[in-house]
């Protein structure tokens, strides 16, 4: 039986890493942090699982910023494969806490790679959580694993720092080290202060009356979204490669922040009409089709033949949109288009879920918690 090593194990790519791994057959040690509450929810249907918990997963406390931790860990566990996918992973966030992000997403990867070479593991192979935020601005379209490097904020240059690690470390001292140039992957159990998820979740409390509108930043940013379940078992295959490389995971499509709402509003019989610009843009109610909501949630699978209302307060030429500037980032990334070409040919990688099928499955799921739990 292999042992993976999880860092980041609690996150929206930890928890499907573990599923994956814990169905590949391997003994699954993931790293969380103390919390003053709960921060397991993603991770939840694991533990309470008898036949997993503690046979399956285990689970360490530890801190990508504490090395005598890391240390005692990797004596502990031995693991064949670490996957560091730990991070302050919020890109506006780094803005307000750049020291901090540098700490657990630069030197955080630094402190593991040392921690490899100090207890000696000579045959682990690590994977690092690098990202198409190393893009920045972009110097090519679409980029690939040789577009040069321009990245726009402390999360993007602390990840710089760590794919040059990486590198470094892997020519150095010969470690099976590889990054994983992700571009952006969500799924139901992205963060809800990611635009994605931000998006469909307020989507879903709108109709039922829950909130009244969506407040969003730039509205024209183009990114390349995947669904990370996929991009999950890209990291898997990346480190069966027969040789430590770099390689990038992308759909190599790419839509705005617009079109993502557009398509939302529309799963739920939604039209949107775009007023005014700028700061002062507004997105109004154009039409409404109680059919095509009624359709979305009665094939979710739970809703089978239940009887869906729009709120009394969803009505033709509402300000459901508008824009707050305090979501604009002091420099943006404007456009990301991911050419994944190596990882399909050498991998047998493959985006399979396009946007649209991505922004169903979100907006279901949320439709799905919000007539569940009412929030
Ligand atoms: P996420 O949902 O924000 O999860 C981040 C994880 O890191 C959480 O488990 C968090 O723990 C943990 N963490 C944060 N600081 C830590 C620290 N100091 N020590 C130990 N653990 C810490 O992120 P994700 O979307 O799953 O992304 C996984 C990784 O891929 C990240 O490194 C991210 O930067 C990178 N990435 C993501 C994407 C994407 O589109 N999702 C694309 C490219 C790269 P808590 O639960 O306690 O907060
Ligand atoms: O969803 P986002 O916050 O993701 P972002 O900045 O692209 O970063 C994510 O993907 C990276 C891979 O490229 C990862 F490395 C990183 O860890 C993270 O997972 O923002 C996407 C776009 C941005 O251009 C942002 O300015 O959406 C724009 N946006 C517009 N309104 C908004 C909002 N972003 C957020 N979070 N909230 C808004 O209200």
Redesign the pocket.
Known sequence: MKKALITGVTGQDGSYLTEILVEKGYEVHGIIRRSSSFNTARIDHLYANKEILNKKMFLHYGDLVDTSNLNRLLEKIEPDEIYNLA?Q????VSFEVPDYTAQVDALGTLRFLDAIREVGLKKVKFYQAS???LFGKVQEIPQSEKTPFYPR?P?GVA?LYGYWIIVNYREAYNIFACNGI????ESPRRGE????R?ITRAAARIVTGLQKNL?????D?K?DWGFAPEYCEGMWRILQHEKADDFLLATGETHT?REFTEKTFAELGIEIEWRGGAEKEKGLIKKIDLEKAKSLINHSGNYKNYHFEFSSEVKKGDEIVGV?PN???PT???L?IGNPAKAEKELGWKAKTKFEELVRLMIKSDMDKVLRRGY
Not at 89 to 92: F, N, P
Not at 193 to 196: A, C, E, I, L
């Open positions: 991070a992973s919020h890109v506006k990202t198409s935020e904020s999360y990840k992700l571009f952006n992957h202060t990611f635009v994605t931000k407040l969003l930043g730039n509205l940013a990114r922040v707050d979501y604009y980032r943006e990334v404007e990301l």
